[in-house]
């Protein structure tokens, strides 16, 4: 975890936000490489489990929301960890993450646990006297079910049907940890999924089925993932069944992804609390219910981890060591590098045209720098999953050498039909 932890830092995947400054615990910056990965990650997750469902739609909703939102779903209420500090180093716990009743750091005497509500707070106005107080959402689900009859009556569809966000959320987690897969600010993949209660269990079987492939399409090494069923007297207040999906991460099994059955627990509320009609009204049968809601919810920075810490590999290659990112193609960051193999005879010229007609096309990256092993080197430690080099032999016949970042191998390729050979290889589209 270390030297992941490094690479990201050097590379330009993830820096610790305010760095200058000493740091903000909990709080990251993702960098150059770092974010065309989380924004690959991110269009994947839309194209599977929206573009390509006819039932799905789109939401971007505001961070900060009424106050009200947060009294009516039980977070102002129920949003609460048990704190315990240490007599002897001062130092804080969430009381559900230790195992015994001293100290983990020097074994000191810890005080009783008592309430902490981790939502962050924030003010809205323009003076201090006449602010009104709210919070930054810790869960972007809120206003989906907020908006639940605008999406219904804008895009005039038929239940079954779900609504998608992704956004940033926000908790004041006591005890941040193991990189970025516990912070106080991360980002979220949710899906509510609205249907009759007599078909809840159908569909949660469905949603479990394709949120498993989905991890698997991203290349996750499948015996390092695993269902972890909540049992009942564990569950969420408003949860009828959650299940997660959890990764084995280099300190242990940790959660990516949730999948629970809220029931009517949400919309029940807001109605309630609002005063505002949140029932669906069957056009075919005539009637009007309040639907049961199945939600995946997944973290973008904890699935961005779990695809590092899968591509992390270190080998032996010819008496030298190589570090490689065997990131899917269609997540690297760049896509492909083009390398003139030498500094001179117009080799520079025409790879620098090449990799400009390919920019056009998807993520690259040109390098002339060094010997071209020790290029080729830098682009297998970031994830680049193919290397362009432009040789004599280009000016020749007018092809180019394709290196296999995994396998190393090369083949030669039409410089016409580079674009086309890597777009292939490195789209989203499945069979």
Known sequence: MEKLVSLCKRKGFIFQSSG?????????????LGVELKK???????????????????????IITHPQVWVASGHVEAFHDLLVDCKSCKHRFRADQLEGDRCPDCGGELTEPRAFNSMLRTRLGVSDDTAVETYLRPETCQSIFVDFKDVCSSVRTKIPFGIAQIGKSFRNEVNPRNFIFRSREFEQMEIEFFCRESEEEQWFERWQQDIWQWYLDLGLDPAKLRWYEHPKESLA???????????DFPWGWGELQGLANRGTYDLTQHSTHSGKDLSYFDADTKEHFTPTVIEPSAGVDRTTLAVLCNAYFEEEVKGEQRVVMR??????????????LVKKDGLVEIAEDLEAKLRRKFKTYYDHTAAIGRRYRRQDEIGTPYCICVDYDTKENGTVTIRDRDSMEQVRVPMGEVAAWIQQRVTFERD
């Not at 200058?20 to 150059?32: A, H, R, V």
């Open 20 to 32: 200058i400054y000493g740091g903000i615990n909990g709080c990251w910056d993702f960098g150059p």
């Open 40 to 62: 690959n990650l991110k269009d994947d997750w839309w194209y599977f489990f929206v573009q390509m469902r006819d039932n799905m739609f789109g939401l971007d909703a505001s």
């Open 237 to 247: 207040h408003y949860s009828k069944r959650t299940v997660d999906v959890e990764y």
């Open 327 to 340: 990131l899917h193609p269609k997540l690297a960051p760049i896509k492909a590098a083009v390398l003139p």
